[in-house]
């Protein structure tokens, strides 16, 4: 660098001029500019690291290198340098954790940190009568808390901590700060309520959004504020009514309140002829009442959002007709009527600059003809309204429409020529209407096509391929489809997601459809294809949806699925697929729903050789099968998603799992149809922590391992249709999210456990068919099931059965008659033992047998000496009732009639071994 010989050199501005010196050698040019008090060289293409060394120009009180790539931690020295004012080294790639100490540096006034997103560091205490004015560190990965000592700065003019990772709580001492022009703390996880800023009278811009502040703002927070240009709240939990006094101050241009809780009406507007107001955004909050009139005098405003609240009544939409500069009109979803009927249509065609008109649910029963005259419109959603008939052919020449969504109405046709050459649209969505016929529309440009659930029938064009080229998303689910898949189908690189499901196609499905290298959804349900599933899914696989559920299909799961290793959702039920557990997709730990169910898959359950999980597995239904075994404990160990920790609330798995498709602020929502005893249930956007496990109608015996009893965020259960035994687990009571259990049709004994009372959330219960005794548990829950669903157990009683039950132990003999025998036969044969002498002494016998008559006749009114004779000889014999036989119980069963004849019999045999 030829500058290394001004040794005389004060300031150094290289702003944008490529320096191709590699590595630290730049830094070492310096060295020799040893007067050097201003160093600016942004953009100048550095590379790293930054070079402790360059404290040697301890002059240097001015450093600016933005915009180079040091991909390098800050040197710890940079703390050395006594003069230093202005410290900027945004999008740097800095890396590491910034020293703390430069921040005590006595005359530093500006740091600019930010866009380094691998840097990290933290605001720890700020030193008293600091000088500091900016402090910039967005974009940063800066945490931890604001100190209270912020308060010691009270030069700071500037002071942006956005996009980082801050909490906690704003101290008190923040209302402090009076020279704050420029406040942005937005994209942090900043807590509780926003303290005053009231004193900080020069303050400019304020810009709050998406933290988790909560409380209400009141007029003490903002009333001094005479300078504020912007307000932003929006994305926090902030309550309460409005303040008025936020709308009459004398330079507000931008309010944005949008995705609060704020409640209560809109108040009117003060100083309407001297607002400055430009936007205004409340949409996604609960405001109700009417919309004040004096919001449409608000002549500057520019941006008008006021959806997704509670606001009701009837608006003539004429008003607006003196916002002359209004490019954004929301006013979607709450409980108004507008009224797009009037005289003038002028009035509104006045408004140039209009772009943006939402008006979904608004009670509209037609097109506003106001539109057609908006050629700048880029915008337009008219969905979730009452509107019949056509779509007028206007629409279509809109040149500047970019999204069109009139969604949700009752449309029954298209009006006239669709196709523009020249338009310029990126989304449609006409899903839920009536529209009938062939469908000619697919814009050249579109992204985003959505024809679902409508009356469509038409064979899909062979050429359709031609006019996909940009298509992200087409989705053309339960119309009436038939034919097949075109191949030219395939050449949309685009395409992300691809819809058929729910209508007449057949033949095979595309070997070119499993080749794709962009696919993320492919549902093809509920179609009429054949054949076996191609085997052709590339090592380079995306795909995260495959259903193809009701279907022809045959064979096995192809081998080569296991190369899409983002696969979240594998729905193949209800298809003639035979193969033995998948187990070759164990590497696929994104799987978080697998259905199987009504194919001819058999064997045993699980991946015996293999310590891998589906730890993210939430749904899983193996039902109609002819799978065999017992239940997979091994496996159940490892389906983490169903277990929910004492300190874990399931958002996790559900924040990973919305992630599936976003396009210009619309998801796609994957559904998966589960049945139970023939109930089919369609769950749409399942990926949001719902959790359920059917392996019913298949052959799996033994008895339910206490691994299943861990999952603690099931919701559905069915095991029914098999050979289970033994008891139901007491720990069932641990599955407390369960809100459906199936167990019916198997061998399950034993009473039914108390802890299935406690389950809350139970809304269906199945456990008829099988061997159950005893009284069912009183509870909540239990008692208000139908007797169906406890038939078939015949020694079960209670309520619902009519059957009831008695004040004795109920099952007792059955349980334990094995027990009570043995007591039986042990006393019996002891006593055998100890008077079998006496059998053989006559004289000792006859006194001691008298004596023992005496006393079992007082002990036992049932029994009785009597006297009989027989071969000229006289006997007393002591005889028993048939009473005994009865034990006064109606519910007796064979073990007690075993029990009485054994006694009976031995009584028989000592006293007939007597004589008189």
Same mark, same amino acid.
């Not at 504020?228 to 309140?257: A, C, T, Y």
């Not at 939409?317 to 108004?336: A, E, K, Q």
């Not at 069915?718 to 687990?729: C, F, K, M, R, T």
């Not at 049932?862 to 005994?884: A, D, K, P, T």
């Given at each position: 660098?030829?500058?290394?010989?001004?040794?005389?050199?004060?300031?150094?501005?290289?702003?944008?001029?490529?320096?191709?010196?590699?590595?630290?050698?730049?830094?070492?040019?310096?060295?020799?500019?040893?007067?050097?008090?201003?160093?600016?060289?942004?953009?100048?293409?550095?590379?790293?690291?930054?070079?402790?060394?360059?404290?040697?120009?301890?002059?240097?009180?001015?450093?600016?290198?933005?915009?180079?790539?040091?991909?390098?931690?800050?040197?710890?020295?940079?703390?050395?340098?006594?003069?230093?004012?202005?410290?900027?080294?945004?999008?740097?790639?800095?890396?590491? !954790?910034?020293?703390?100490?430069?921040?005590?540096?006595?005359?530093?006034?500006?740091?600019?940190?930010?866009?380094?997103?691998?840097?990290?560091?933290?605001?720890?205490?700020?030193?008293?009568?600091?000088?500091?004015?900016?402090?910039?560190?967005?974009?940063?990965?800066? *945490?931890?808390?604001?100190?209270?000592?912020?308060?010691?700065?009270?030069?700071?003019?500037?002071?942006?901590?956005?996009?980082?990772?801050?909490?906690?709580?704003?101290?008190?001492?923040?209302?402090?700060?009076?020279?704050?022009?420029?406040?942005?703390?937005?994209?942090?996880?900043?807590?509780?309520?926003?303290?005053?800023?009231?004193?900080?009278?020069?303050?400019?811009?304020?810009?709050?959004?998406?933290?988790?502040?909560?409380?209400?703002?009141?007029?003490?927070?903002?009333?001094?504020?005479?300078?504020?240009?912007?307000?932003?709240?929006?994305?926090?939990?902030?309550? @309460?009514?409005?303040?008025?006094?936020?709308?009459?101050?004398?330079?507000?241009?931008?309010?944005?309140?949008?995705?609060?809780?704020?409640?209560?009406?809109?108040?009117?507007?003060?100083?309407?002829?001297?607002?400055?107001?430009?936007?205004?955004?409340?949409?996604?909050?609960?405001?109700?009442?009417?919309?004040?009139?004096?919001?449409?005098?608000?002549?500057?405003?520019?941006?008008?959002?006021?959806?997704?609240?509670?606001?009701?009544?009837?608006?003539?939409?004429?008003?607006?007709?003196?916002?002359?500069?209004?490019?954004?009109?929301?006013?979607?979803?709450?409980?108004?009527?507008?009224?797009?009927?009037?005289?003038?249509?002028?009035?509104?065609?006045?408004?140039?600059?209009?772009?943006? /008109?939402?008006?979904?649910?608004?009670?509209?029963?037609?097109?506003?003809?106001?539109?057609?005259?908006?050629?700048?419109?880029?915008?337009?959603?008219?969905?979730?309204?009452?509107?019949?008939?056509?779509?007028?052919?206007?629409?279509?020449?809109?040149?500047?429409?970019?999204?069109?969504?009139?969604?949700?109405?009752?449309?029954?046709?298209?009006?006239?020529?669709?196709?523009?050459?020249?338009?310029?649209?990126?989304?449609?969505?006409?899903?839920?209407?009536?529209?009938?016929?062939?469908?000619?529309?697919?814009?050249?440009?579109?992204?985003?096509?959505?024809?679902?659930?409508?009356?469509?029938?038409?064979?899909?064009?062979?050429?359709?391929?031609?006019?996909?080229?940009?298509?992200?998303?087409?989705?053309?689910?339960?119309?009436?489809?038939?034919?097949?898949?075109?191949?030219?189908?395939?050449?949309?690189?685009?395409?992300?997601?691809?819809?058929?499901?729910?209508?007449?196609?057949?033949?095979?499905?595309?070997?070119?459809?499993?080749?794709?290298?962009?696919?993320? #959804?492919?549902?093809?349900?509920?179609?009429?294809?054949?054949?076996?599933?191609?085997?052709?899914?590339?090592?380079?696989?995306?795909?995260?949806?495959?259903?193809?559920?009701?279907?022809?299909?045959?064979?096995?799961?192809?081998?080569?699925?296991?190369?899409? !290793?983002?696969?979240?959702?594998?729905?193949?039920?209800?298809?003639?697929?035979?193969?033995?557990?998948?187990?070759?997709?164990?590497?696929?730990?994104?799987?978080?729903?697998? /259905?199987?169910? @009504?194919?001819?898959?058999?064997?045993?359950?699980?991946?015996?050789?293999?310590?891998?999980?589906?730890?993210?597995?939430?749904?899983?239904?193996?039902?109609?099968?002819?799978?065999?075994?017992?239940?997979?404990?091994?496996?159940?160990?490892?389906?983490?998603?169903?277990?929910?920790?004492?300190?874990?609330?399931?958002?996790?798995?559900?924040?990973?799992?919305?992630?599936?498709?976003?396009?210009?602020?619309?998801?796609?929502?994957?559904?998966?149809?589960?049945?139970?005893?023939?109930?089919?249930?369609?769950?749409?956007?399942?990926?949001?922590?719902?959790?359920?496990?059917?392996?019913?109608?298949?052959?799996?015996?033994?008895?339910?391992?206490?691994?299943?009893?861990?999952?603690?965020?099931?919701?559905?259960?069915?095991?029914?249709?098999?050979?289970?035994?033994?008891?139901?687990?007491?720990?069932?009571?641990?599955?407390?999210?369960?809100?459906?259990?199936?167990?019916?049709?198997?061998?399950?004994?034993?009473?039914?456990? !108390?802890?299935?009372?406690?389950?809350?959330?139970?809304?269906?219960?199945?456990?008829?068919?099988?061997?159950?005794? @005893?009284?069912?548990?009183?509870?909540?829950?239990?008692?208000?099931?139908?007797?169906? *669903?406890?038939?078939?157990?015949?020694?079960?009683?209670?309520?619902?059965?009519?059957?009831?039950?008695?004040?004795?132990?109920?099952?007792?003999?059955?349980?334990?008659?094995?027990?009570?025998?043995?007591?039986?036969?042990?006393?019996?044969?002891?006593?055998?033992?100890?008077?079998?002498?006496?059998?053989?002494?006559?004289?000792?016998?006859?006194?001691?047998?008298?004596?023992?008559?005496?006393?079992?006749?007082?002990?036992?009114?049932?029994?009785?000496?009597?006297?009989?004779?027989?071969?000229?000889?006289?006997?007393?014999?002591?005889?028993?009732?048939?009473?005994?036989?009865?034990?006064?119980?109606?519910?007796?069963?064979?073990?007690?009639?075993?029990?009485?004849?054994?006694?009976?019999?031995?009584?028989?045999?000592? #006293?007939?071994?007597? *004589?008189?």
């Amino acid at each position: 660098m030829l500058v290394q010989n001004l040794t005389m050199l004060r300031q150094l501005y290289m702003d944008g001029v490529i320096v191709t010196t590699q590595g630290n050698k730049w830094s070492n040019a310096l060295f020799k500019l040893v007067n050097l008090q201003e160093l600016s060289m942004s953009n100048c293409n550095l590379s790293g690291p930054l070079d402790p060394s360059l404290t040697r120009l301890q002059n240097l009180s001015v450093i600016r290198l933005d915009q180079n790539n040091f991909s390098s931690p800050v040197p710890e020295t940079f703390a050395n340098f006594t003069n230093l004012t202005t410290l900027h080294l945004s999008s740097c790639e800095l890396t590491g !954790t910034f020293p703390e100490k430069i921040f005590q540096v006595a005359t530093l006034s500006v740091v600019d940190l930010s866009f380094n997103y691998n840097l990290y560091g933290s605001l720890l205490e700020f030193p008293l009568n600091s000088p500091l004015q900016t402090l910039i560190v967005s974009g940063t990965s800066f *945490s931890g808390g604001i100190p209270p000592s912020i308060n010691n700065l009270g030069q700071l003019s500037i002071l942006d901590l956005s996009n980082c990772h801050f909490n906690g709580t704003l101290p008190s001492s923040m209302s402090r700060l009076r020279e704050l022009t420029y406040l942005d703390l937005s994209l942090n996880d900043f807590t509780g309520q926003i303290p005053s800023l009231n004193m900080s009278k020069n303050l400019t811009h304020l810009h709050f959004w998406k933290n988790g502040f909560t409380g209400s703002i009141t007029s003490y927070h903002f009333g001094g504020l005479r300078n504020l240009l912007q307000i932003d709240l929006q994305d926090n939990f902030l309550d @309460g009514s409005l303040p008025s006094s936020l709308f009459s101050l004398p330079l507000l241009r931008s309010i944005r309140l949008s995705n609060n809780n704020f409640q209560d009406q809109l108040n009117k507007f003060s100083n309407i002829s001297s607002s400055k107001l430009e936007i205004l955004d409340l949409s996604g909050n609960d405001l109700n009442g009417s919309i004040p009139t004096d919001i449409f005098q608000l002549r500057s405003l520019c941006v008008l959002e006021l959806s997704s609240n509670k606001l009701n009544g009837r608006l003539k939409l004429d008003v607006i007709h003196r916002l002359v500069n209004l490019s954004t009109l929301g006013l979607s979803h709450n409980h108004l009527s507008i009224d797009t009927n009037f005289a003038d249509v002028g009035l509104i065609s006045s408004i140039p600059n209009m772009k943006i /008109v939402e008006l979904a649910s608004c009670n509209l029963t037609e097109f506003p003809s106001f539109l057609r005259n908006q050629s700048k419109i880029t915008t337009l959603d008219l969905s979730s309204n009452n509107i019949q008939g056509s779509i007028p052919t206007w629409i279509w020449q809109l040149n500047s429409l970019v999204q069109l969504n009139l969604s949700h109405n009752l449309l029954s046709n298209l009006e006239g020529p669709v196709q523009n050459p020249s338009s310029n649209l990126r989304l449609l969505d006409l899903h839920d209407n009536h529209l009938q016929g062939k469908l000619q529309i697919f814009p050249v440009h579109a992204s985003y096509l959505d024809y679902s659930s409508n009356n469509f029938s038409f064979t899909i064009p062979s050429d359709i391929g031609n006019f996909l080229s940009s298509t992200i998303f087409l989705s053309l689910s339960k119309n009436n489809l038939s034919g097949n898949i075109p191949q030219s189908l395939c050449s949309s690189s685009s395409m992300l997601v691809l819809d058929f499901s729910y209508n007449h196609l057949n033949g095979k499905i595309p070997e070119c459809l499993t080749q794709s290298e962009r696919l993320v #959804v492919l549902d093809l349900q509920h179609n009429k294809f054949y054949g076996s599933i191609p085997d052709k899914f590339p090592v380079s696989c995306v795909l995260r949806t495959l259903d193809l559920n009701s279907n022809l299909l045959w064979g096995s799961i192809p081998k080569s699925l296991a190369n899409c !290793t983002s696969l979240e959702v594998l729905d193949l039920g209800n298809n003639q697929v035979d193969d033995g557990f998948p187990c070759f997709l164990k590497t696929i730990s994104t799987l978080r729903v697998m /259905v199987l169910r @009504g194919n001819k898959f058999h064997g045993h359950v699980g991946c015996p050789y293999s310590n891998s999980t589906w730890y993210m597995l939430q749904i899983v239904d193996l039902s109609v099968n002819n799978f065999s075994g017992v239940l997979p404990k091994n496996c159940f160990k490892t389906w983490k998603a169903m277990m929910l920790d004492e300190d874990d609330d399931g958002s996790k798995f559900n924040h990973i799992a919305s992630q599936v498709l976003k396009f210009g602020g619309i998801y796609y929502q994957g559904s998966v149809t589960l049945t139970s005893k023939g109930l089919q249930m369609e769950f749409v956007n399942i990926l949001t922590g719902f959790t359920s496990v059917d392996f019913s109608s298949n052959n799996f015996e033994g008895t339910i391992p206490e691994e299943l009893m861990n999952f603690t965020r099931l919701n559905l259960l069915d095991l029914s249709d098999n050979a289970l035994a033994g008891q139901i687990p007491s720990s069932i009571g641990n599955l407390k999210q369960l809100e459906a259990l199936d167990l019916s049709s198997n061998h399950f004994d034993g009473e039914i456990p !108390t802890q299935l009372a406690n389950l809350n959330f139970l809304s269906y219960l199945d456990l008829s068919s099988n061997r159950l005794v @005893g009284k069912i548990p009183v509870g909540i829950q239990l008692q208000t099931f139908d007797a169906s *669903s406890f038939v078939g157990n015949a020694e079960l009683c209670g309520a619902p059965l009519p059957k009831n039950c008695s004040n004795e132990t109920y099952g007792l003999p059955c349980t334990f008659g094995w027990n009570i025998i043995m007591v039986e036969l042990g006393f019996v044969f002891g006593l055998a033992l100890v008077i079998d002498p006496l059998l053989f002494w006559k004289q000792w016998r006859q006194w001691y047998w008298k004596r023992v008559d005496l006393i079992l006749c007082r002990i036992f009114p049932q029994l009785n000496l009597e006297y009989e004779s027989s071969g000229g000889h006289c006997y007393q014999v002591l005889r028993l009732f048939m009473i005994l036989l009865s034990f006064n119980n109606p519910y007796k069963s064979n073990d007690d009639e075993k029990i009485s004849q054994i006694i009976i019999m031995s009584l028989k045999h000592i #006293v007939t071994g007597k *004589s008189s």
